[in-house]
């Protein structure tokens, strides 16, 4: 119990904030007010970086090129950026302690015709306590660094759309079925993340096509290029590990089901999600097998998720905490988390989670996650 007794200290760290009100109260708004127009005029020119046409080295006249660069971004080009914070703590676990984890993503994307899109995902995090870990919410953990998540060109190509880059995932092209917003990693995907969710570990190259019925077909491969003792014996060759991947999707107004083979060159899996959408709720189930060759493994998923729960949405489910082969001794987690929404950029969403069975003791995490979209 001594994680629930941690986090009722949590609240008196708000009283770090008092200092900031009382200097607040300190300010002199009289002397603020009269600054006027006069004083200071700022417009959207002011913050423009000069034109490199005006840059002349002393005596050189003629030395330094005319250039059009203003900095900055291209018209086409987009950034944006998504930052979690992450407190609390698992009781039964080895370290009860609460703790916090950050994680951060950028976003950078660019169009060269319109209808094209070239890619780029940098993720930052430090993510290394229970609840944050790979036995939690699994955040990202680079050790403080940045780290390329995804370096992709994608682009249409006989109605169909194609992808091709380095260290992305094979599913990123996929449809998927499940409506489930997971909040611990377990319950990505539906349990179908080795299928439906298949990632990739090298250079990848995908492609979909949607049909107009409401049908979508998809696949692709990803093959690594260097090997544990450093080598780099190409794409698609022996002593390269490969994974392909293919999937096909239907999308109904209320329900749909999504069906999906991977093989990773030492196991195969199969994967299956669906949700239906209930006037109350929406349904969102999922099963995988896994056969790697000596024996099969199956886990599955189950979860509601309400829409308007007051003014934020509420996830409840239960499933697998990865697939089990026949007689082993299966581990379960159950969660619910209710996610609010501050405002257009910040949402909270506190959370819980119980995972049981198995020889580990069982665990209880409790958490509050706060996400930032800018």
């Keep these: 119990m001594k994680l629930f007794q941690q986090l009722l200290v949590a609240p008196a760290a708000l009283g770090l904030l008092s200092p900031l009100s009382a200097s607040a109260s300190e300010i002199n708004l009289d002397a603020i007010s009269n600054y006027s127009k006069d004083n200071l005029e700022i417009d959207s020119n002011s913050f423009k970086q000069k034109s490199l046409n005006n840059i002349l080295v002393s005596g050189g006249e003629g030395l330094v090129e005319s250039s059009d660069f203003n900095g900055g971004f291209s018209e086409t080009t987009t950034a944006s950026f998504g930052v979690d914070f992450l407190i609390g703590g698992v009781d039964g676990a080895a370290n009860e302690a609460v703790t916090f984890d950050y994680a951060m993503g950028i976003g950078l994307e660019t169009s060269f015709t319109g209808e094209d899109s070239l890619s780029a995902t940098i993720d930052i995090g430090n993510a290394t306590s229970e609840v ?3 036995d939690g919410l699994n955040f990202d953990s680079t050790g403080d660094g940045l780290v390329l998540d995804g370096l992709t060109y994608t682009f249409p190509l006989g109605g169909a759309t194609v992808m091709v880059g380095d260290n992305t995932d094979i599913s990123a092209v996929y449809t998927g079925a499940c409506a489930y ?3 611990t990693d377990y319950m990505g995907n539906c349990g179908t993340g080795n299928s439906v969710g298949i990632g990739g570990n090298g250079v990848t190259a995908a492609a979909s096509y949607a049909f107009d019925s ?5 696949g692709g491969v990803s093959s690594t290029q260097t090997t544990d003792t450093g080598e ?6 022996e002593e390269g590990t490969d994974s392909f991947g293919i999937e096909a999707a239907y999308t109904a107004d209320s329900w749909g089901a999504a069906l999906a083979y991977a093989d990773d060159e030492t196991n195969t899996y199969w994967g299956l999600n669906a949700n239906y959408a209930f006037d109350f709720a929406t349904l969102s189930a999922g099963y995988e097998n896994e ?6 493994a199956d886990g599955f998923f189950v979860g509601l998720s309400f829409p308007e729960v007051g003014a934020g949405t509420f996830d409840i489910g239960m499933g697998t905490t990865g697939n089990f082969a026949e007689g082993a001794v299966e581990t379960y987690i159950y969660e619910a988390s209710y996610a ?10 506190p959370g819980v989670y119980i995972r049981e069975g198995g ?3 069982d665990e209880t995490g409790v958490a509050l ?6």
């Excluded at 409401?214 to 998809?218: K, P, T």
């Excluded at 609010?340 to 969403?349: A, C, E, F, H, L």
């Design 340 to 349: 609010y929404p501050v405002n257009d950029g910040m949402t909270i969403t």
């Design 359 to 361: 020889a580990a003791a």
């Design 181 to 183: 917003s997971s909040f």
């Design 132 to 134: 944050g870990g790979t």
């Design 291 to 296: 056969d790697s060759g000596a024996a099969t």
């Design 214 to 218: 409401g049908f979508s077909l998809a």
């Design 369 to 374: 996650k706060t996400t930032f979209s800018f």
């Design 232 to 237: 780099v014996p190409g794409i698609l060759t």
